[in-house]
């Protein structure tokens, strides 16, 4: 099996997924997270009908992001302060912001491009001290000064969830949905109509995910490796 048939695979299971959850399909989107991948793999998923991708990384999501600029480019990695002009430049949508001093700089960055750049607030749910993102109970504030910048557009939150158990992933992720909905609940109308979305869900805890109001989720291993079958 390759690629493009894991993805239309993937694809159908997510549908399958959102129809048993009693939600509408077109509310969640599969990105394909193609770190492993050459522009090659890339393009195989994009003949397959994959229309979002993410990366991890500025030496590759460049390139690609310039090979495929038809496609929605998600950065997902860990956000460096030097990069950051770079990574501002091929995404649509950073996953991984935490810090005020990074959201000031993508603000600078995408003020220069004249553009308004999306990102979502990663929020550490499980605790786990392996895992980057800002303290649940801190989440509230960084989206708020995030929201304050001219050139930021806070859409909502991401989380990853403690591996090798999905009824914990499960917990993570309703804890997540519980956060997001206090957080916009308190935002004013205009921020709170942009701030509809919830990034969570991998390859091996996405069903999870979306029975607990994922908006976004992000599979790599099982569109792109065939060791995972």
């Known amino acids: ?46 003949a397959a009908g994959a229309r979002d991708f993410g990366e991890n990384r500025p030496d590759q999501i460049v390139p690609k992001s310039a090979a495929y600029p038809e496609a929605t480019w998600h950065f997902i990695g860990n956000i460096q302060s030097r990069r950051i002009p770079e990574i501002v430049a091929s995404s649509s949508l950073i996953h991984s912001l ?32 392996s895992k980057s993102g800002v303290a649940p109970e801190d989440a509230e504030a960084l989206v708020r000064a995030c929201a304050a910048l001219g050139h930021v557009r806070v859409r909502g939150l991401m989380t990853m969830a403690p591996q090798g158990d999905r009824a914990v992933a499960r917990a993570c992720f309703d804890d997540l949905a519980r956060l997001h909905a206090r957080i916009r609940a308190a935002l004013g109308p205009r921020d709170a109509e942009a701030f509809d979305e919830l990034s969570m869900g991998m390859s091996e805890d996405w069903h999870e995910a979306i029975c607990a109001g994922a908006t976004i989720v992000r599979v790599g291993r099982a569109i792109f490796s065939d060791s995972f079958e």
């Open 98 to 129: 935490f810090q005020l001093r990074h959201a000031e700089r993508i603000d600078a960055a995408a003020g220069r491009l004249g553009k308004v750049q999306d990102v979502l607030v990663e929020v550490n749910v499980s605790g786990e001290e």
């Open 1 to 46: 099996m390759g690629i493009k048939e894991r993805y239309a695979r993937t694809l159908d299971e997510v549908r399958a997924q959102c129809a048993a959850a009693g939600r509408d399909p077109e509310d969640v989107t599969l990105v394909a997270v193609s770190k492993t991948v050459g522009e090659e793999g890339v393009g195989e998923a994009f």
